[in-house]
């Protein structure tokens, strides 16, 4: 069974969106969820557990999202992993750096949970 879980993991600092992206995967038997807290611990986290998707939120303590999605497509083992930029920046100029960067996707929050859940569902080839 572990073989069928797609593995998350979610870069973020603010306790209160990762508690949010926990409690909407809670009842998803089918997708384990990492989270760190920080630019660096993510990067480390990503070399370790090798995840399916990560969501990157964009403003870290200690880097911003796009020196780390440059730092994950640097590395062979985390090169090709999906990667989903995670913002409250929701101008066009935001999307267009994110996008000219190499992210897959940007999703603004406040999250909405359905196009939350589609979105991973359609990333992870599941359905939701």
């Not at 797609?6 to 995967?25: C, H, S």
């Not at 998803?28 to 939120?57: F, K, N």
């Not at 964009?58 to 062979?76: C, E, I, N, S």
């Not at 100029?93 to 603004?108: H, I, K, L, Q």
């Amino acid at each position: 069974a572990a073989a069928t879980r797609a593995r998350v993991l979610y870069v973020e600092d603010d306790a209160v969106n990762a508690l949010l992206v926990r409690e909407l995967l809670a009842s998803r038997g089918d997708i384990d969820l990492v989270v760190a807290d920080s630019g660096t611990a993510g990067l480390e986290e990503a070399r370790a557990q090798r995840p399916d998707l990560i969501l990157l939120d964009m403003q870290l303590p200690d880097m911003d999202g796009l020196a780390v999605l440059k730092a994950l497509r640097a590395d062979p083992a985390t090169a090709s992993v999906t990667c989903v930029a995670l913002s409250a920046n929701a101008m066009p100029s935001d999307r267009e750096a994110a996008r000219d960067a190499g992210f897959d996707e940007y999703w603004t929050k406040p999250i909405v949970f359905a196009t939350f859940r589609a979105g991973l569902a359609r990333l992870l080839g599941r359905p939701g």
